[in-house]
């Protein structure tokens, strides 16, 4: 884990030559991570935190802007420094992901809206990917409906899952910065910490924005990341991201656009008859979030000698990564968790793909190989993660976890595989991906006994219970 939370707080001294899935995570930024509290200069034109500056929430606004704008920019200020809501300002997180998504993709193509042609073709793709499911899963049809969006659509139709994402970690990081000063420097500083945090949502709000924005410019559907960001029981697909995807695999485009349907469709089936897998997945974030702590060690060096009059002194001392947060146990376990489900959701969706396509699309082999280098080399998952709780998929947990999938159905069958999905404790666990082969030929668990056990003590307990009365 390279990343903290939201490129939170990182020294000035901080390499930024890390991955490339990363560099793509923060595009926009063009000099790494933003520091959420780091704002020397306020971000205005010509000032230390000026258009360009890799901590600046206010350069997509002020990057290009004309002189007769400027009345507006810094009425826009004045309403993001008066902010008093959440821990991230979403609404200029949407602005700002809209802002990204207008501008295009680096190789120059812009948004536009979806066709009737289009449109039809996603539907009749989502259909046809449903009916080859129904030969491969014991799981129904988790899509009532298929819809083609546009990227400003996709930004529009998930962000209210990402604030759900989002919030506990903010929030999180956000009280442990109001926590580390003493009270009577709270006291002191009392305005300016209430500037700080109105600046804080701000600054997660553009980094949040900006991300979101350059994701709608490369997903494909609405499960890329390996979490169901769209509204339950829609299939989603991007005909014109599917169209750039597909560009040069040399494949046809009806074979490509008909694969990533599979994957989408198959990501529906999962998310609508697994009731507990949502709420698992966004516990561990949140498992991740209490796990939160500031180092204070650093603020005990230097509180002494800031001045809470002076703005500039505390701006420096927070971009300085004093309030950096730290590594916990509770929050690599979390992570360790949250990797094993998105490797177990990813895995079981590339096995039945596979199985589905393999028979049926002469290039099934291909895109499978497309869609696992693209995770390797960073696709949307990696790049979301690493940018929001510093978590970096193996891709080697991906390919472990398809090849148990594929084996269970070998050794136990369609149903025996899918019914380990019923509940959380009987899904393997990052050792048995270790050791595939051992986890699907290990005896079957037989729960009876332990039911016939509880159903006994549940009519005892009712029987004493009348016995009182």
């Known amino acids: 884990m390279s990343d903290t939370p939201f490129g939170f707080g990182l020294p000035p001294e901080e390499p930024d030559n890390g991955d490339e899935g990363k560099k793509k995570g923060n595009e926009g930024g063009q000099g790494g991570p933003a520091n959420p509290f780091g704002f020397p200069g306020m971000g205005l034109p010509g000032g230390a935190g000026g258009p360009g500056g890799a901590d600046n929430p206010f350069a997509a606004m002020f990057g290009a802007m004309n002189p007769n704008d400027l009345g507006a920019a810094f009425q826009q200020l004045g309403q993001m420094l008066s902010y008093e809501g959440g821990p991230v300002n979403w609404d200029m997180a949407k602005d700002i992901a809209r802002q990204t998504v207008a501008q295009g993709t680096a190789d120059g193509v812009k948004d536009t809206s979806v066709g009737i042609a289009e449109k039809s073709a996603v539907e009749e793709a989502v259909r046809l990917a449903d009916h080859w499911l129904d030969g491969v899963t014991s799981l129904p049809s988790g899509a009532n409906t298929a819809v083609a969006w546009s990227r400003a659509e996709w930004v529009e139709a998930t962000l209210p899952v990402w604030k759900e994402l989002v919030d506990p970690v903010a929030e999180r990081v956000g009280a442990a910065m109001g926590g580390v000063l003493p009270e009577e420097m709270q006291a002191m500083a009392g305005p300016l910490l209430g500037m700080m945090r109105s600046m804080g949502g701000a600054m997660f709000g553009q980094q949040i924005g900006q991300a979101v924005g350059v994701l709608a410019g490369e997903v494909v559907g609405s499960t890329d990341i390996g979490l169901p960001l769209g509204p339950a029981g829609k299939a989603a697909l991007l005909p014109l991201n599917i169209e750039a995807f597909g560009k040069d695999l040399g494949v046809p485009p009806e074979e490509v656009r008909l694969y990533l349907a599979l994957r989408e469709a198959a990501h529906a089936r999962l998310f609508a008859h697994v009731p507990w897998l949502r709420s698992h997945l966004f516990g561990t974030v949140e498992g991740y979030a209490r796990g939160i702590k500031v180092d204070t060690s650093k603020l005990e060096d230097v509180v002494g000698q800031i001045d809470p009059s002076n703005p500039e002194q505390l701006q420096e ?53 497309t869609m696992r280098r693209r995770r390797a080399s960073g696709g949307p998952a990696e790049q979301t993660f690493a940018t929001l709780i510093g978590l970096e998929l193996r891709p ?59 159903g006994e003590a549940a009519e005892k307990r009712e029987e004493d219970g009348d016995e009182k009365k």
């Open 396 to 454: 080697r947990r991906l390919r472990d976890a398809s090849r148990l999938w594929a084996s269970l159905t070998d050794a136990r069958g369609v149903d025996g595989r899918d019914g380990l999905w019923e509940h959380p404790d009987m899904l393997p666990t990052a050792s048995d991906l270790d050791d595939p082969d051992g986890f699907v030929h290990r005896e079957h668990l037989d729960f009876s006994e332990l039911d016939k056990m509880l």
């Open 317 to 369: 001392a927070l971009q300085g990564g004093m309030f950096q947060p730290q590594d916990t146990p509770e929050q690599k376990a979390a992570l360790a968790r949250l990797e094993t489900a998105l490797a177990l959701v990813e895995g079981w969706v590339d096995a039945v793909v596979h199985e589905a396509a393999k028979p049926r699309l002469t290039s099934a082999d291909a895109m499978r190989e």
